[in-house]
């Protein structure tokens, strides 16, 4: 089955647990509850909420320092931490973390080979804050997208790249705009 089998399966029987998407040495999990994706999760470093928010100058280098220190004592989630912290704003995290889920239903979708786990259970554990996406919403955008990703992949020599937005300043919102038209 491919991943997107695979996601469909989970939107028609509405499935709860968690769906992981392992490809070399990537790994890629969903949480699940009857049918919507409630978050996501990568082995690679880049794609983690601590990078994301720290190259995207949503968060601070120092800041999500401290946060990660703070999550390792208590073992509350990062988003939470950081929520708590007034880091950031409940707004801002769920997007992010929406679109995580996008990006990674997205990628495994582009994928051609690989292995793939579900595991079911009642009632995910969602310790953090969720963002809830609709399985089949995800799935509408990563078809579409997909088969672009797996393009630029390919002229780019590889699946391992990865893809840096700037943050859109007030002097680089021009240029930032006609870079992604070009694209």
Same mark, same amino acid.
């Given at each position: 089955?491919?991943?997107?089998?695979?996601?469909?399966w989970?939107s028609?029987?509405?499935?709860?647990?968690?769906?992981?998407? &392992?490809?070399? $040495?990537?790994?890629?999990?969903? =949480?699940?509850?009857? @049918?919507? +994706?409630i978050?996501a !999760?990568?082995?690679?470093?880049e794609?983690?909420l601590?990078?994301?928010?720290?190259l995207s100058e949503?968060?601070?280098a120092?800041v999500?320092? &401290?946060?990660? $220190?703070?999550?390792?004592?208590? =073992?509350?989630p990062? @988003?939470? +931490?950081l929520?708590? !912290?007034?880091?950031?704003?409940e707004?801002?995290?769920v997007?992010?973390l929406?679109?995580?889920?996008?990006?990674?239903v997205?990628?495994?979708?582009s994928?051609?080979?690989?292995a793939f786990?579900?595991?079911p259970?009642a009632?995910?554990v969602?310790a953090g804050?969720?963002?809830v996406l609709?399985i089949?919403?995800?799935l509408t955008?990563?078809?579409?997208r997909?088969?672009?990703?797996s393009?630029?992949?390919r002229?780019?020599?590889?699946?391992?790249?990865?893809?840096?937005?700037?943050?859109?300043?007030?002097?680089?919102?021009m240029?930032?705009?006609r870079?992604?038209a070009?694209?």
């Amino acid at each position: 089955m491919t991943a997107d089998d695979v996601l469909e399966w989970a939107s028609r029987r509405r499935f709860s647990g968690v769906a992981t998407f &392992e490809r070399r $040495a990537v790994v890629r999990s969903l =949480g699940l509850a009857e @049918g919507d +994706v409630i978050w996501a !999760s990568s082995s690679r470093k880049e794609e983690q909420l601590g990078a994301i928010l720290t190259l995207s100058e949503q968060v601070a280098a120092r800041v999500l320092t &401290e946060a990660v $220190a703070a999550r390792s004592q208590t =073992g509350v989630p990062l @988003g939470k +931490v950081l929520l708590m !912290s007034g880091a950031l704003d409940e707004s801002a995290l769920v997007d992010v973390l929406a679109t995580k889920i996008r990006e990674t239903v997205t990628d495994v979708l582009s994928w051609r080979d690989g292995a793939f786990d579900l595991i079911p259970r009642a009632q995910p554990v969602v310790a953090g804050v969720p963002a809830v996406l609709s399985i089949e919403v995800c799935l509408t955008i990563g078809r579409r997208r997909s088969k672009r990703l797996s393009e630029a992949l390919r002229l780019l020599g590889g699946d391992d790249a990865c893809f840096y937005a700037p943050p859109i300043t007030a002097t680089s919102s021009m240029v930032g705009r006609r870079s992604a038209a070009s694209f």
